[in-house]
């Protein structure tokens, strides 16, 4: 009669005693981190380390362009002007001297020092231009005009032509420029008006009906901003129109005295659109109170990976052999028991560092947030799928998952689209894109802090977690082949003694 011990276990004994080999794990986990004030000094590092790299990042970009006054340009000016023979006033062209003369602004500009400076001080030169361009039209016309007011004091018949003419050339060019414009923007709404036909036949085809709505909202806003972009061209074109109808009307009658009326009751519509024909408004969508905000779902979710990578280093994944031996007293400890009894430890402490990173966000940085639970929820869901990866890519494949954890980490920051739009990224990261699990932590956390929009934020969240099954199967499945292989090279490794 064989003894009782060698039966193999009934299916519900074996259940119960790996939940229970799995508590006893964690439970010995907690109790030595309590009873060890080194051990618990060490894991409050870990749950606060992550924090401050997101912390002096994200306070780093606060408001960057705040300080651009800080940046060093020299200016100097060796402009001595040029007066005209036939006009009292000092002018750097050739506008009546009959020279092609234009002004010269030359930027110097050093590259060298820093990647970002010259970027900001190439805008800052090109506003300038801008700027002086448009002070220049303005000014020189409302000059001009009022030349023409007293135009008979200056020039004889053939010259008063002569400027009538340049006069009602340089109008009808802007008149010209508006229309194009015109025409342009209603070319824009045509198209957008045919996408959403193509959009509605779609729709009956496939089975996208919320994509499709949301794609047909943004459409039909876009095309209602053209239509009164349009419709303001079309007004301003009109009432150029009839300035120059005017302003012929009386070069055609040879009145100098109707002439100066007109142009003196048009001066500041003519100066304005020869200056800036066409104004643009931003009007903010889903907007950004500070660049902080902009880049805090980036660092946030770097700093969230940061903490995973942070404890696989400092932690072992696996259970030592003496608590292995004493669980084995009762029954052989599985490689899925020892998956889960570790991994709770490194569960909590994510859980620490994702509501640290959290918090310090919304209420010591001040980032912008419409939603401060689904803002937390979304750190705690990506902290949960991060640290699960990690310890997976560890527990599998030793010192070489910490090297892909790591890697990982690499491909995201360049490839996530988290600092530079995703477009401008070379091929290689525009295809991994989809794929890293960063794209999709920034978007949902995008949603708590401008605003969010239909089922965005969710759809995120659930892509996220569809991470956890390739995860679980790595964990529990595939990695089964090679623990022997792991062994094998940490048995090496140690031979070594320095690695």
Sequence with gaps: MKKQGHYPPRHENYVFHGVGHIINIQIDDLKHIAKNAVVLIIVFGLAVVPCMYSYFNIA????????????????????????????????????????????????YTNQKLNAVSPKVTDKASA?????????????????????????????????????????????????????????TVNAYTAMIGSLTDLMEITQQSLDSQNLMN????????????????SGELQAASVKLENCIREVKEAADSEDIDDISELLSQNTDLLASLWASPVEVETVPVFGMENYGSSMAPFYTALSLWVGGTIMVAMMKVNISEEKKKALEKKRKVTHTEQYFGRLGIFLIIGFLQSTIIGLVDLYVLGVQHTDPFLFMLACWLSSFVYVMLIYTLTIS???????????????????????????????????????????????????????????????????????????????????????????????????????
């Design 214 to 229: 949301s794609a047909g909202d943004s459409l039909a806003e876009l095309q209602s901003l053209l239509d009164d972009t």
């Design 397 to 499: 494949f030793g010192d070489a998952g910490k090297a892909v954890a790591v890697i990982l980490m690499v491909i995201q920051v360049a490839g996530s689209g988290g600092t530079f739009p995703i477009e401008l990224a070379p091929d290689v990261f525009r295809n991994l894109y989809p794929l890293l699990p960063f794209v999709h932590t920034m978007d949902a956390l995008r949603e708590c802090i401008a605003g969010m929009y239909r089922n965005d934020y969710w759809i995120e969240m659930g892509t996220l977690a569809l991470y956890l099954i390739p995860i679980l199967i790595l964990g529990l499945v595939l990695r089964r082949p090679v623990i022997r292989l792991n062994h094998f090279i940490e048995e090496k490794l140690e031979e070594v003694k320095f690695i």
């Design 60 to 107: 780093a970009s606060w408001a960057p362009y705040d300080n651009v006054d800080k940046l060093k340009v020299a200016v100097a000016n060796n402009d001595e002007g040029y007066k005209s023979d036939l006009l009292p006033i000092r002018l750097n062209i050739g506008m009546f001297s009959g020279e092609d003369i234009n002004p010269v602004i030359k930027y």
């Design 127 to 183: 506003a300038l231009q801008e700027q002086i361009d448009k002070a220049f039209a303005e000014t020189a016309s409302n000059a001009l005009i009022s030349v023409f007011n007293t135009i008979d004091v200056f020039f004889d018949e053939e010259q008063t032509q002569s400027l009538l003419d340049d006069l009602d050339d340089r109008m009808g060019r802007v008149e010209n420029n508006l229309v194009f414009a015109s025409e």
